[in-house]
T-cell receptor
Framework: DAGVIQSPRHEVTEMGQEVTLRCKPI?????LFWYRQTMMRGLELLIY????????DSGMPEDRFSAKMPNASFSTLKIQPSEPRDSAVYFC????????????FGPGTRLTVT | KQEVTQIPAALSVPEGENLVLNCSFTDSAIYNLQWFRQDPGKGLTSLLLIQSSQREQTSGRLNASLDKSSGRSTLYIAASQPGDSATYLC????????????FGTGTRLTVIP
């Protein structure tokens, strides 16, 4: 398997623009997670899905953030409108529903909002 | 809420030295603990996972131990190499929220040739 795939790897946008981040989990994984990493707060869970259904979105910072998982092989994280404080690295991770609960991370998307 | 702390925040050692990275967590009711490596500008690579019932895991020059009752884990790196230079993160999965990984702030390791 190619691992967790994220796109784009880098995104630079202006404040107020809509940003969409994409993730393809490892095939067969039931859980998908979106994390954000900043210097100030480290790595934080934003939202996770189980079998394409959002289970816990309590980490989503505000209504400008939304996430969807229309099928088992694709998820999006959207920010609308974007703000400079959203600048961070966004990671997607996935895992199976059984076993050791080991999460596998994608390479991340580095977002810069100017 | 589970809080995870890593000490030291940064560490520099000469090549060939053995070293220990520390991780502590406030809630001992954990499901597992993972150690990750993160290279600058890169994603996270899982190094070792220890289940709550285990005491240690080994992979090559790496050995991770877990003392759940005291809320501590250590990552031992033997015979360090310049290629080991990276940030090392520990993360715990709590029983209460078995789908949430709580991350430490990381230890930035530099191995000097």
């Amino acid at each position: 398997d190619a691992g967790v795939i994220q796109s784009p790897r880098h995104e630079v946008t202006e404040m107020g623009q809509e940003v969409t981040l994409r993730c393809k989990p490892i095939s067969g994984h039931d859980y998908l997670f979106w994390y954000r990493q900043t210097m100030m707060r480290g790595l934080e869970l934003l939202i996770y899905f189980n079998n394409n259904v959002p289970i816990d979105d309590s980490g989503m910072p505000e209504d400008r953030f939304s996430a969807k998982m229309p099928n088992a092989s694709f998820s999006t994280l959207k920010i609308q409108p974007s703000e400079p404080r959203d600048s961070a690295v966004y990671f997607c991770a996935s895992r199976t529903g059984t076993g050791e609960y080991e999460q596998y991370f994608g390479p991340g998307t580095r977002l810069t909002v100017t | 809420k589970q809080e995870v702390t890593q000490i030291p925040a940064a560490l520099s050692v000469p090549e060939g030295e053995n070293l220990v990275l520390n991780c502590s967590f406030t809630d001992s009711a954990i499901y597992n603990l993972q150690w990750f490596r993160q290279d600058p500008g890169k994603g996270l690579t899982s190094l070792l996972l220890i289940q709550s019932s285990q005491r240690e895991q080994t992979s090559g020059r790496l050995n991770a131990s877990l003392d759940k009752s005291s809320g501590r884990s250590t990552l031992y790196i033997a015979a360090s190499q310049p290629g080991d230079s990276a940030t090392y993160l520990c993360a715990v999965t709590s029983w209460a929220g078995a789908n949430n990984l709580f991350f430490g702030t990381g230890t930035r390791l530099t191995v000097i040739p």
